[in-house]
């Protein structure tokens, strides 16, 4: 007997994203799970997220219609999150919320329940609630030079940003979130999925840039006292003599000089005076001393 075990199908490389961080999205996965699991825990969430735990959060690519699910679309000026959630999911929440008080998605026969209006209205309340959560984890990853601020009145929450919007079936290709819940009692597995637009995956890898940069090391850099180089010239004697001797001098003529302290100078500005000495058949300048 053989058995095949598989395996999630390699990322298609898109010459688009060369140079772009995608081999890090596994952090943005890994802070979007963090983020998810402490807002399905406050008070305010927890009366529908009560009976769920966050398993798994990962990226890919959609291919076509794998995900068969209806499609919801929140926009905001930083850009469009479309949401899509199973609907055992959304009855387990559904039957937490309004029913016996427990999320048993294994019990659940979503084909012998029909749609309801509240089961629509809450599609749309949990996929606000966490197209927010998404969208403040995207914001508080990128720069600050990046972050846009606040009108003057307006909140400075991510998630009251995203309005219910139009939308449709993501395009092939488009960027999805895979998110894996567990529901606790049962420990049946359920998901949802994010859909971002370029907008929004161009602001996720922007924010993966901080990290990468962040773990390069910084290059020493000396003191600019240090990198600037400057050319000196050691003067070390002068002597005046008349002009006719000068022009009585002949070859091997000697000129009598006495070898004090030398003038260092910095183009035509006299700024040390040094001592000479030899050292290894050298004329060395030590003992500098300001000219002033």
């Not at 298609?12 to 060369?18: A, E, M």
């Not at 009366?47 to 219609?65: I, K």
């Not at 609907?87 to 329940?113: Q, T």
Request: aromatic letters at 6%.
């Amino acid at each position: 007997m053989t058995t095949t075990k598989q395996t999630a199908p390699p990322l298609v490389l898109d010459p688009c994203l060369l140079g772009r961080p995608v081999h890090l999205l596994h952090i943005f996965a890994a802070q979007l799970r963090d983020d998810l699991s402490q807002s399905m825990r406050l008070n305010m969430n927890r009366r529908y997220w009560g009976g769920f735990q966050v398993e798994d959060v990962a990226f890919s690519r959609l291919e076509g219609d794998e995900i068969r699910s209806r499609w919801l679309s929140f926009a905001a000026p930083a850009g469009h999150i479309a949401f899509s959630l199973e609907r055992k999911v959304l009855l387990s929440v559904l039957n937490y919320r309004y029913g016996s008080g427990k999320a048993d998605a294994a019990a659940l026969d979503e084909n012998a329940v029909r749609v309801t209006a509240t089961e629509e209205r809450l599609a749309v309340v949990l996929g606000q609630q966490l197209a927010g959560t998404l969208a403040g984890r995207i914001e508080l990853n990128l720069p600050v030079p990046d972050k846009a601020p606040a009108a003057e009145g307006e909140p400075e929450a991510a998630d009251s940003e995203f309005k219910p919007a139009p939308g449709s079936h993501p395009p092939k290709g488009s960027w999805i979130i895979t998110v894996t819940l567990a529901d606790i009692a049962s420990g049946a597995t359920g998901k949802y999925w994010f859909a971002l637009d370029k907008t929004l995956m161009t602001s996720v890898l922007r924010g993966l840039l901080r990290d990468r940069d962040a773990g390069k090391k910084p290059k020493a850099v000396a003191p600019l006292a240090q990198r600037l180089q400057v050319g000196l010239v050691g003067r070390l004697a002068s002597k005046e003599v008349p002009l006719g001797s000068l022009y009585d001098l002949q070859v091997g003529d000697v000129i009598p000089i006495s070898l004090n302290r030398a003038d260092v100078l910095l183009e035509d500005s006299r700024i040390f005076t040094a001592a000479v000495t030899e050292h290894k058949g050298k004329l060395c300048l030590t003992s500098f001393e300001d000219a002033e």
